[in-house]
T-cell receptor, first 114, second 115 residues
């Protein structure tokens, strides 16, 4: 595997379910990100992890719980979601060397909350 | 706070025609500016970026962008569009967060290419 991978690619869940999204980067990067992409809205940054430490939480509801056990893996734990949480969730990584660096994106997980 | 405006939601061009996608930003300091492209079912791929130096930046796939500080703009151009360029294009401005970067994106411009 190369680049940034995300599993699953598609997920349907009920509002009472608990599920997790997984992201893995094979680029040797130190920073990882979760974004939410909803129709007709800009990509929204949710969380930033740098060297496994969370450096940004963009006022995300607590029903989204991130976990970064090491610099290569990032999880997004989901529980008691709402239908408006249906979206494409994108993971990205970067070297962690400042604002000019490139972020590399995974293909995303398409989430549908019923 | 930083923000990005992409005034064109949807653009249609003929194959072989030139293309310009508009981007305006708001940021208090020296901006770090990016253009990303997203094909259906894919993540975002970087086309080009600007953070200092020459204001005309060359990117992949024949794209270029020009940074104009006086107009707070970073428009993307391509002299001759190919059908494979049909995708959604996102402009973004970045700022540091720790040693990582925080990107603020525009709403995107969907490009359709007619043959």
């Amino acid at each position: 595997e190369t680049g940034v991978t995300q599993t699953p690619r598609h997920l349907v869940m009920g509002m009472t379910n608990k599920k997790s999204l997984k992201c893995e980067q094979h680029l040797g990067h130190n920073a990882m990100y979760w974004y939410k992409q909803s129709a007709k809205k800009p990509l929204e940054l949710m969380f930033v992890y740098n060297f496994k430490e969370q450096t940004e939480n963009n006022s995300v509801p607590s029903r989204f719980s991130p976990e970064c056990p090491n610099s290569s893996h990032l999880f997004l734990h989901l529980h008691t979601l709402q239908p408006e949480d249906s979206a494409l969730y994108l993971c990205a990584s970067s070297q962690g060397q400042g604002a000019s660096e490139t972020q590399y994106f995974g293909p995303g997980t398409r989430l549908l909350v019923l | 706070a930083q923000s990005v405006t992409q005034p064109d939601i949807h653009i249609t061009v003929s194959e072989g025609a030139s293309l310009e996608l508009r981007c305006n930003y708001s940021y208090g300091a020296t901006p770090y500016l990016f253009w990303y492209v997203q094909s259906p079912g894919q993540g975002l791929q970087l086309l080009l970026k600007y953070f200092s130096g020459d204001t005309l930046v060359q990117g992949i796939k024949g794209f270029e962008a020009e940074f104009k500080r006086s107009q707070s703009s970073f428009n993307l151009r391509k002299p001759s569009v190919h059908w494979s360029d049909a995708a959604e294009y996102f402009c973004a401005v970045g700022r540091p967060t720790g040693t990582a970067s925080k990107l603020t994106f525009g709403t995107g411009t969907r490009l359709q290419v007619t043959l």
